[in-house]
């Protein structure tokens, strides 16, 4: 049974820091796409950051320069370090898993993965 829990949300103020952990259990994390997804309440779940099985990385616009994601295979666990964060930040974060690989400009389509974690809200105010 694969399973995924986040970790890590909160509140902070405009131009703070959070960083977001990603606990997984059930499979050998190293073969699996892992991504951080994010939601507002009537908006539609956007890609934020993802990591390929291969470790290559990839961003969302927004988030570009301010967002790292990263990972600790020996731990099964997944980052996502947000710096500089801003009001438009706030929303319910997801971190998903997919087994095997999958094309680079689809990591962040939240089609191509199929376990998902709880979520976790971060909010920042002005």
């Known amino acids: 049974q694969v399973q995924v829990v986040e970790s890590g949300g909160g509140s902070v103020q405009a131009g703070g820091y959070l960083r977001l952990s990603c606990a997984a259990y059930?499979?050998?994390?190293?073969?699996?796409?892992m991504g951080w997804f994010r939601q507002t309440p009537g908006k539609e779940r956007e890609g934020v950051a993802a990591?390929?099985?291969?470790?290559?990385?990839t961003y969302a616009d927004s988030v570009k320069g301010r967002f790292t994601i990263s990972q600790d295979n020996a731990k099964n666990a997944l980052y996502l370090q947000m710096n500089s964060l801003k009001p438009e930040d706030t929303a319910m974060y997801y971190c998903?898993?997919?087994?095997?690989?999958?094309?680079?400009?689809?990591?962040?389509?939240?089609?191509?993965?199929?376990?998902w974690g709880q979520g976790t809200q971060v909010t920042v105010s002005s």
């Open positions: 990591i390929g099985s291969d470790g290559r990385t």
């Open positions: 059930g499979y050998i994390y190293s073969t699996y796409c």
């Open positions: 998903a898993a997919r087994s095997g690989g999958v094309e680079y400009f689809s990591l962040l389509s939240r089609d191509e993965y199929n376990y």
